[in-house]
């Protein structure tokens, strides 16, 4: 009776039992780690092409068109979206170009007049353990300011505002 009762108070499985506790939450770490990481890569990626679009718009801003890739956009958002997608970037959900130098932003720019460029993408969270998108998502965006170098004349569609400064 005593061998058997012995059998019992034995303690042979109790690191599985505790693993099977614990593993799920080192998981839960880990992966909200990567996930955190993955949506820092992505505000990065946004902070990259808000300075490669305003300095387009800064230097080849003389122009009423700019080529990506094979494709001749006649936008600057137009042209950072195509631009982000042709590098690697995320898919930008919106470009906004703004004059800064006045409270109500034209697409009559002189040189030395500020330009801001802001570019937003979505964020999908979870997207690494559920395999797809979820509805967990947040807006990631960046933006960049620089001053037009070139001489401009006239009105640019190329430049035209498209959100308020």
Same mark, same amino acid.
């Given at each position: ?11 042979? #499985?109790q690191a599985? *039992?505790?693993?099977?506790?614990? +593993?799920?939450? *080192? ?9 955190? $990481?993955?949506? =820092?890569?992505?505000?990065? /990626?946004?902070?990259? +092409? ?10 080849? #801003? ?6 990506? $890739? &094979?494709? &001749? ?13 042709s590098i #690697?970037?995320?898919? =930008? ?10 409270? !109500? ?15 937003? /993408? !979505? ?7 559920? #395999?797809?998108? /979820? ?9 960049? &300011? ?8 006239? &009105? ?10």
């Amino acid at each position: 009776m005593r061998a058997q009762f012995n059998r019992f108070r034995r303690e042979d #499985g109790q690191a599985l *039992v505790e693993l099977a506790f614990v +593993i799920p939450v *080192v998981l839960l770490f880990l992966f909200g780690i990567i996930d955190f $990481g993955l949506a =820092l890569n992505q505000q990065n /990626s946004d902070t990259n +092409i808000a300075n490669i679009a305003v300095r387009e718009a800064a230097v080849v #801003g003389t122009t009423t068109t700019a080529l990506c $890739g &094979t494709t &001749t956009e006649t936008s600057l958002g137009d042209w950072a979206k195509c631009e982000s997608t042709s590098i #690697g970037g995320p898919t =930008l959900s919106n470009v906004c170009v703004a004059d800064t130098a006045s409270s !109500s932003p034209t697409n009559t720019y002189t040189t030395g007049d500020p330009v801001k460029v802001e570019v937003t /993408s !979505s964020f999908s969270w979870l997207k690494l353990i559920t #395999g797809q998108v /979820s509805n967990l998502t947040s807006v990631i965006g960046a933006n960049a &300011t620089m001053r037009v170098e070139g001489t401009l004349t006239g &009105t640019n569609p190329f430049l035209s505002p498209t959100c308020t400064a």
